[in-house]
């Protein structure tokens, strides 16, 4: 097949570009610095997607076998438990708000001391994505 003089080859145009992807990738892992660092990031994301679960579904577990327990003691002399159901159903829609936002402002204020530990490793680089984490 002839190729006209215009035209480029475009496996070396492909080559080309997994070469620089190849180097940005791999320049930063030359680093001690960053390569100390990578554990920590790795942490975080794990405690985000498994340790957090887990361990909000062990409080809760904890604290419903325990209100089990004291509404079961309320109620024994009771005919009618309207009120601590409702009271019940209340307090756990504003327990459930509260973890999300103690867990919220935990999670950011992890994240913003890990970006600026990564901004004081990378001086050279003034441009970090705040939310790359």
Not at 11 to 34: A, E, H, I, N
Not at 74 to 94: E, R
Request: one cysteine or more.
């Amino acid at each position: 097949m002839v190729k006209k003089q215009g035209e480029k080859d475009s496996s070396l145009g492909l080559y080309t570009f997994l070469l620089s992807l190849w180097k940005q990738v791999m320049t930063p892992l030359c680093d001690l610095r960053l390569v100390l660092i990578i554990p920590l990031i790795a942490f975080s994301g794990l405690q985000q997607a498994f340790l957090g679960v887990g361990g909000a579904m062990v409080v809760y577990g904890v604290f419903d076998a325990i209100c089990s327990l004291v509404v079961g003691l309320f109620t024994s002399g009771l005919t009618s438990i309207t009120l601590i159901v409702s009271g019940g159903a209340f307090l756990q829609g504003v327990y459930m708000l509260l973890i999300a936002a103690i867990w919220g402002i935990g999670n950011r204020v992890l994240m913003s001391h890990l970006n600026a530990l990564l901004a004081m490793l990378l001086k050279q680089n003034m441009v970090i994505n705040i939310n790359c984490i």
